[in-house]
């Protein structure tokens, strides 16, 4: 969940996937879900010599499953905050309190 | 209509309903059609699809009609955008002729790959496979 999390945070920020099959693809990330499906705006690719389908495409959905990395700027990235909600186990904190709660 | 759908994105697809669409698949295969339908696991339903087979800067269209696609097999979805469809530099050609076209370049690429093979294997390394085995 925690990377659902970033993930969230990272929207309408440009970013790169790349996908298994080498692809690159790189646009505004528009939304994104619990399997890390990908919602991308405004999309370009890179040599798009050897991917001539993508040409007339504008934006895309990206199944999670096929990512192989994503690229964003080190900027839009908070990596203490990262850190910090890495060592607390934010989510598991929050099932637990959850638990008192009910 | 998002909060309706508890799967975000796959509710996002929401605006892609009754648009032409470019579907990629797992075995690299182009899938073009009207989107209709889909679901969490990102099942879709298409109509009046084809397949649309490259070679280089060259395509051809096979008809298929109604496809139902198992989401597994989806790499991922792009809407067409119709007026940019227009202007790209691709050139159609027949089925036949593309698929000659292609079934050349693969005898070429496997050829290749065996003579590869064979050379890797002289120096103790095992086969990895080729393109598309990747996922």
Known sequence: MLFFSFFKTLTDQVITVELKNDLCITGTLKSVDQFLNIRLDGITVEDPERHPHMMAVKNCFIRGSVVRYVRMGARSVDTTLLEDATRRGEFMVRVLKGLRVD | ?135
């Open chain 2, 1 to 135: 209509m998002e909060a309706l759908i508890p799967f975000t994105t796959s509710g996002s697809l929401v605006d892609l309903v009754d648009k032409k669409v470019l579907v990629i698949l797992r075995d690299g295969r182009k899938i073009i059609g009207v989107f209709r339908s889909y679901d969490q696991f990102a099942n879709f339903l298409m109509e009046s699809v084809v397949e649309r087979l490259y070679h280089k800067m060259e395509y051809a269209d096979r008809d298929i009609g109604i496809l139902l696609v198992r989401g597994e097999n989806v790499v991922a979805v792009g809407e067409i955008d119709l007026i940019a469809e227009d202007l790209i530099p691709l050139r159609e050609i027949s089925v036949e002729n593309i698929m000659t076209r292609i079934t050349e370049d693969n005898t070429k690429r496997d050829k290749d790959q065996i003579i590869k093979e064979n050379v890797l294997r002289e120096y103790g390394f095992v086969s990895e496979g080729r393109e598309g085995d990747a996922y």
